[in-house]
């Protein structure tokens, strides 16, 4: 099983940037897409974004085309969400879980108006 652990959460305005990443840990990580999820409170958790294995295909939410994007390096064992143009409505807690089944424990993001 793969082992994920996401950062890069935070506080920030509305129309600002982050980057989450997500480490994941297991020989067999570069064998799964990826995905994003989030989760917002009182919400369900809603997929966000997602990346094949090779990192060559890539899928967004509608909410998110354009302004978030999704990308891998395998060599890092790592899986980042770049989030430009932040709305308030983009707080949520942030997971990224592998096609295996694997969720990491969740970053906050926090977009003040």
């Known amino acids: 099983q793969v082992q994920l652990v996401e950062s890069g959460g935070g506080l920030v305005q509305a129309g600002g940037s982050l980057r989450l990443s997500c480490a994941a840990s297991?020989?067999?990580?570069?064998?799964?897409?990826l995905g994003w999820f989030r989760q917002a409170p009182g919400k369900e958790r809603e997929f966000v974004a997602a990346?094949?294995?090779?990192?060559?295909?890539?899928v967004y939410a509608d909410s998110v085309k354009g302004r978030f994007t999704i990308s891998r390096d395998i060599t890092k064992n790592t899986v980042y969400l770049r989030m430009n143009s932040l709305k308030p409505e983009d707080t949520a807690v942030y997971y990224c879980s592998s096609a295996d089944g694997s969720w990491g424990q969740g970053t906050q993001v926090t977009v003040s108006s």
């Open positions: 297991g020989r067999t990580f570069s064998r799964y897409g």
């Open positions: 990346i094949s294995w090779s990192g060559d295909n890539t």
